[in-house]
């Protein structure tokens, strides 16, 4: 047993696991020399202390406790990880309790076995890691990645190589390379692949066009590697994949734009010339070389120092220096001029020089472009004596401030004027803001800004206004500000011309008051007018009222008399009439002249009789109802037809509710044709009464002839009838032609 024993502690001080027994009370009851050597401690100094007397952290000792109770509980094995922390430092550990059982079963204590698994866990993460960069590289790179297995059979593909052939990954594995290779190129892949298995190459890379499902065709260049296993052996071969389209566009690009360049230097109106900067040798000048230079251009591809030989001897040297210049990297723009063989004539060249680097950072060539600006000079000089006018000219304008802001707002230029109006010097003005010459209570309404924007959205805007002089005094000025715009249209700039009108404004603040003045005056006036208008319309209408009732009285008047005239004077002479016939009668056998007398008499005394039941029936009509003034006119013309012609046209239908408006065109009729009787003799006469949609349209016409115009009555006649028109709110008009009789014609508007 003690041999047993001896061999048993051998291997446990040899075994790097540590191997321990814990009893029921939590307490260490053996451990292995491993542990003890954890601990740094004797073997007696440990057995019967629990994990919290050895030191173990209070949160890992009670885990630990837990755990080693659990087991006796429950009789099962358990296994957990922990770190633990020594003299050696932390450490990772994995740990078994498991129960040992008496002879009848009992679970006598837990034995334990833990393990140092720190390198495991730290290859584990690293691995973890690993895979995680992979899976990282592999699902998240920009280039494809395509895993691909026996036969060109794809396993797998990253998101890249997906959106790269537009087709998800699920389809993509039960596809084949071949599925996704343009034919053309399939038998130079299938060649390096198999180099690739046999070893002859570690790798290849190869310029391919895929095929998409839509039959579009991608150029991608692929890099392709096997990977193999920890035994050597052959996983699966490994493909990045880089669209390469941008740079095949681009390559094309490249050669279309040479194409371009060489077909726009053959055409342009300019000289382009490249030249080699080591040899100094020109190696391409354009056709327009001969033209601008008046010689051929094979002169000067053979000799190079030939052009400067035609450049004026006054500017050779200036000419010489452009060269060097360029040759240290920098670019030389030169203008000098050129005497042409051709015909002998001048022209200015502006040489635009700079050079050209290659990959190594290296000048290897040296172009440039040559103008004729000949044209140019002739309009710089041009400009110039203009501007000069137009400087003399402004600055010659003392009465106009003129000056120039840039899209700052900064003042550029200040004339003399603008010194004057505003006191300002021009070095004190220039290069300060725009908002100089504008009042505190300006600025602070921003008005400055507004007109700035109102320039720049219209292209001026108009300044009337209170501006500030340098002495603090104020000057009113008229002027406008205008934008500035560069030849392609963007704004350079303000210019503001303005003047002095402060004695303007206060000529113009003098006549406003005295127009103010006037305007009260005036409304005064029209007030005390209108009240005279107010008190004359009441007057009017008092005397309107007054007439009208004069006008009620006379019909009263005289239905008074024709009534009068009818029950009694007409009444008398009937009666006397009829006293006359019975004398006649009684006398006619004893005195038959006697008789004879009295018949005739009572023939004259009803003759009377009837012409006073006409006055009566002049003096007042019929009773004008609604229907009334149609009766009453035909009864005029019944009577007036006894002399002369007289009708009446009037519809029967014709209806006037307002009694006062029918008595009025009645009396207007019967003045009409008692005129036509008395001055026209008329032989005919027509009356007319109609409706004209809201008026009442009476006229009386005759075919009589009157007097002249001076020899005629300016009777109360037709004063009457226009009067009696205008109270029934209507109007009258006489119309006399000669040789085609007189029409009096009335319309009154048509009442309810």
């Not at 016939?581 to 009803?606: D, F, G, R």
Request: aromatic residues 6%.
């Amino acid at each position: 047993l003690e041999g047993q024993l001896h061999r048993f502690n051998t291997i446990m001080t040899a075994v790097p696991d540590f191997v321990y027994e814990i009893n029921s009370e939590g307490r260490f009851t053996y451990a292995s020399q491993s542990l003890l050597d954890l601990w740094q401690i004797p073997k007696e100094d440990a057995m019967g202390k629990s994990f919290a007397e050895l030191d173990y952290p209070p949160e890992l000792a009670g885990k630990l406790d837990r755990q080693v109770q659990q087991v006796i509980a429950t009789r099962r094995v358990l296994k957990d990880e922990t770190p633990y922390t020594s003299a050696s430092g932390t450490r990772e550990y994995e740990y078994i309790f498991f129960p040992l059982l008496s002879e009848n079963g009992d679970v006598e204590s837990v034995a334990g076995v833990t393990r140092d698994i720190t390198e495991r866990k730290q290859t584990e993460q690293a691995l973890r890691e690993s895979e995680a960069r992979f899976r990282a590289m592999f699902e998240q790179a920009s280039v494809g990645i395509v895993q691909i297995g026996d036969g060109g059979r794809i396993v797998a593909a990253n998101k890249g190589f997906c959106e790269f052939i537009e087709v998800d990954e699920h389809d993509l594995r039960q596809m084949s390379v071949g599925d996704v290779t343009h034919p053309e190129d399939l038998p130079r892949e299938r060649e390096l692949t198999r180099r690739l298995s046999a070893g002859e190459i570690p790798e290849y890379t190869l310029e391919k066009r895929y095929l998409r499902p839509d039959g579009s065709i991608l150029w991608g260049t692929m890099t392709a590697t096997f990977v193999r296993g920890s035994l050597g052996e052959s996983l699966y071969t490994l493909a990045i994949v880089q669209a390469i389209g941008d740079r095949k566009r681009a390559e094309e690009q490249l050669r279309v734009s040479e194409e371009r360049f060489r077909q726009f230097a053959e055409n342009s109106a300019d000289v382009f010339w490249i030249v080699d900067a080591r040899t100094q040798r020109f190696e391409y000048v354009n056709p327009v070389y001969e033209k601008m230079w008046g010689e051929p251009r094979a002169k000067v591809m053979q000799d190079s120092d030939h052009w400067l030989e035609l450049v004026h001897p006054k500017d050779q040297e200036m000419a010489k220096e452009a060269m060097p210049k360029v040759l240290v990297g920098e670019t030389a723009v030169v203008e000098y001029r050129i005497i042409r063989p051709s015909d002998g004539q001048t022209r200015w060249i502006r040489d635009t020089g700079f050079p050209i680097w290659n990959d190594q950072g290296e000048i290897y060539r040296v172009a440039g472009v040559a103008q004729d600006v000949t044209d140019d000079k002739k309009r710089t000089e041009k400009l110039r004596m203009t501007e000069e006018r137009f400087r003399l000219l402004v600055e010659g304008a003392r009465e106009y401030a003129m000056f120039l802001l840039d899209v700052d707002n900064t003042i550029t230029y200040w004339n003399a004027g603008a010194e004057r109006v505003f006191g300002w010097k021009a070095e004190e003005a220039i290069g300060r803001n725009g908002e100089l010459i504008f009042t505190p209570e300006d600025r602070a309404n921003e008005e400055e800004e507004k007109e700035v924007a109102t320039a720049k959205a219209e292209g001026c805007a108009t300044d009337r206004r209170w501006h500030l002089r340098k002495d603090g005094s104020r000057v009113w000025v008229d002027g406008v500000m205008r934008r500035l715009d560069h030849a392609n249209g963007d704004i350079r700039g303000f210019a503001k011309i303005a003047r002095d009108a402060t004695e303007l404004r206060k000529s113009e603040d003098q006549l406003r008051e005295a127009n103010e003045q006037l305007e009260r005056r005036v409304h005064q006036r029209t007030q005390e007018l209108q009240a005279m208008n107010e008190s004359l319309e009441a007057e009017m209408t008092q005397r309107q009222n007054l007439e009208r009732e004069v006008l009620q009285a006379t019909e009263h008047e005289r239905a008074r008399i024709s009534q009068d005239l009818h029950d009694s004077i007409c009444q008398e002479l009937t009666a006397t009439a009829f006293l006359l016939k019975s004398q006649s009668k009684s006398l006619a056998t004893e005195n038959s002249p006697a008789a004879a007398a009295l018949t005739e008499a009572a023939e004259m005394v009803n003759a009377n009789a009837g012409a006073t039941r006409d006055l009566a029936r002049g003096l007042h009509p019929l009773e004008l109802g609604p229907s009334g003034l149609v009766a009453a006119l035909r009864e005029l013309a019944a009577r007036t037809n006894e002399s002369v012609t007289c009708r009446c046209d009037c519809p029967r239908s014709l209806r006037i509710q307002d009694a006062s408006t029918a008595v009025n065109l009645y009396r207007i009729a019967q003045e009409a044709v008692n005129n036509a009787l008395r001055h026209a003799h008329a032989n005919e006469i027509v009356i007319c009464v109609e409706r004209e949609r809201d008026e009442i349209v009476m006229s009386v016409c005759d075919d009589g002839t009157r007097p002249p115009r001076s020899r005629r009555s300016k009777g109360l006649g037709t004063q009457m009838m226009k009067y009696r028109a205008s109270v029934s709110s209507g109007t009258l008009t006489v119309e006399s032609k000669r040789g085609k009789g007189t029409k009096v014609e009335c319309r009154v508007p048509l009442r309810p």
